[in-house]
Each structure stands twice: as C-alpha cells, then as structure tokens.
C-alpha cells in the first residue's frame, strides 16, 4: 500500500513540476532564466488556497542568495512545493474533520446515504440519478459505505 502511494505521490509532484515549468516560463518571457519574486507571489495566489505572507518573504529572501531580487527555476520550485504541500496538509485535515462529523462511531466509515448529503449540500443541483451514479463510483465494493480513502479519492480527484 505505501508503495503504491508514493508512486501516486512521485506522479502528483511530477504533474506539479511540469505544471511549476510552464508557469515559470509565462513569467520568464525574456527567456533569463530567472523571474521577480512578485512574479513568484503571483503564481503562488493562483495556486495555493492561503499562505503566511511572511514566510513567503522570509523564502523569498533566503532562496534569493545574490540579493538580485529574482529566483531561477530550481528556488521557484523549491519554494513553491514547500507551499502546495502545506496546502495538500491542509486541505487533507480539513476532510478528515468533515469526514469525522459523519462517522459519529468513530468506525472508520460512513453510511453512503451520508456521503448522498455532503454531495446535495456541495452541488444542489445534483439530481437523483446523478448523485446515484456519483456514489456508484465512490463505493466501488457496493458495500454501502465510504471509508475515508474512498471519500479523500472523490474529494481530491485521485
């Protein structure tokens, strides 16, 4: 099972490198190599769901060696992924939380006519036949419930 979440783990950094790439080099429009520390502020807004403004800066400077103002590629990722996986820890405890208020018992698992409540309150106008269908998905043993690999899997989109 680890094995197989660290490969899962190596395929989501490798998504997020190609991705960090492609960002940078909208940024790096004069093809240097290096872009603005602003400029990293920007991408991080539209990629990360909150950050400590502070610690940016803090990185930002530290990753910044030759006081030039700008980061080359290797700083950008290094700063970028230390965020994107604090927001992944986030967002990860923010599901098991919500996951938790549904499995009142503490059994590791929730009815699936609980998961058909969270699904109706996030998209009301899910109708009948989807949410059947979304829940088909999710409780792929049929087994009538969801146990919080299967709710992170539907909620993250692994």
């Given at each position: 099972?680890s094995?197989?979440?660290?490969?899962?783990?190596?395929?989501?950094?490798?998504?997020?490198?190609?991705?960090?790439?492609?960002?940078f080099?909208?940024?790096?429009?004069?093809?240097?190599?290096?872009?603005?520390?602003?400029?990293?502020?920007?991408?991080?807004?539209?990629?990360?769901?909150?950050?400590?403004?502070?610690?940016?800066?803090?990185?930002?400077d530290?990753e910044?060696a030759?006081?030039?103002?700008?980061?080359?590629?290797?700083?950008?990722v290094?700063?970028?992924?230390?965020?994107?996986?604090?927001?992944?820890?986030?967002?990860q405890?923010?599901?098991?939380?919500?996951?938790r208020?549904?499995?009142k018992?503490?059994?590791?698992?929730?009815?699936?006519?609980?998961?058909?409540?969270?699904?109706a309150?996030?998209?009301?106008?899910?109708?009948?036949?989807?949410?059947?269908?979304?829940?088909?998905?999710?409780?792929?043993?049929?087994?009538?419930?969801?146990?919080?690999?299967?709710?992170?899997?539907?909620?993250?989109?692994?």
């Amino acid at each position: 099972m680890s094995i197989h979440l660290q490969s899962r783990r190596n395929q989501n950094d490798d998504a997020q490198i190609i991705m960090l790439r492609r960002a940078f080099s909208m940024f790096d429009s004069q093809k240097q190599g290096r872009i603005e520390k602003e400029k990293v502020r920007t991408i991080l807004n539209t990629m990360v769901h909150n950050y400590d403004d502070l610690e940016l800066d803090r990185m930002l400077d530290s990753e910044d060696a030759e006081a030039c103002g700008k980061l080359n590629f290797d700083s950008f990722v290094r700063v970028a992924m230390y965020f994107l996986e604090e927001d992944d820890e986030a967002l990860q405890k923010e599901l098991k939380e919500a996951f938790r208020l549904y499995d009142k018992e503490g059994n590791g698992y929730i009815p699936t006519s609980s998961l058909r409540e969270i699904l109706a309150a996030l998209d009301e106008q899910l109708t009948p036949d989807q949410l059947n269908e979304m829940i088909a998905e999710i409780d792929t043993d049929a087994s009538g419930t969801v146990d919080f690999d299967e709710f992170m899997a539907m909620m993250t989109g692994d």
